[in-house]
């Protein structure tokens, strides 16, 4: 079956701080993967996306690329801010899966000033 | 943008009660969810629903029920809650294929 990992949190950076979230998957077939961000007291949004190997997805400065070979989707950004700070989500979805998400555990992240 | 609508925000209420999670969308997807998410954030996939008249139950065995009698409207139903239900539980919605999932601002339940 499918499965997500993500780096386990909680994840405290400074402000202007490089972030990397790291997200590896299994998956039958060719998955289409995510990452979601939750702000606290919301429900979850999309926050990029990439459906195929090589694409780089990338949103409000944040970017990941989908690795075939490594099967990773790692979230990057080069300089954080205090209104980052929330939860991040790796997700996955597939035909051998029924299209239903797989979410990783989530991670999260907190910046400080 | 996915319009997803899901009433009330925040509920507390007495054990024993009847309460009913509404969920709303106006994309026409015909495919939803609910999910139940603990304080340790990971989500849990309690119901889904294909379509009119269609509804499964997720991997996580949950006690609450759900109907989708009309498109857009995909409520759930906790018989008799009791303060093991206490929880945030979020409703998604997409179309067709490898569409991501839109979701709600979810309603943070709470049993006394």
């Known amino acids: 079956g499918n499965s997500v990992t993500q780096m386990e949190g909680p994840v405290t950076l400074s402000e202007e701080a490089f972030l990397t979230i790291n997200c590896t998957y299994t998956a039958t077939g060719y998955p289409s993967l995510f990452w979601y961000v939750q702000y606290p007291g919301e429900g979850l949004q999309l926050l990029l996306k990439a459906t195929k190997a090589d694409d780089k997805g990338s949103n409000k400065g944040f970017e990941a690329t989908y690795r075939k070979e490594t099967t990773s989707f790692h979230l990057e950004k080069g300089s954080v801010q205090v209104s980052d700070s929330a939860v991040y989500f790796c997700a996955l979805i597939s035909r051998a899966g029924s299209y239903q998400l797989t979410f990783g555990k989530g991670t999260k992240l907190s910046v400080i000033p | 943008e996915a319009d997803i609508y899901q009433t009330p925000r925040y509920l507390v209420i007495g054990t024993g009660k009847k309460i009913t999670l509404e969920c709303s969308q106006t994309?026409?997807?015909?495919?939803m969810y609910w999910y139940q998410q603990d304080p340790g954030m990971e989500l849990h996939l309690i119901h889904y629903s294909y379509g009119v008249n269609s509804t499964e139950k997720g991997d996580l065995s949950s006690e609450s029920t759900v109907s989708r009698i009309r498109t857009e409207h995909f409520p759930l139903t906790l018989e008799s809650a009791r303060p093991s239900h206490t929880s945030q539980y979020l409703c998604?919605?997409?179309?067709?294929?490898?569409?991501?999932?839109?979701f709600g601002d979810g309603t943070r339940l709470s049993i006394l």
């Open positions: 998604a919605s997409t179309g067709t294929g490898n569409q991501p999932q839109h």
């Open positions: 994309m026409g997807h015909d495919k």
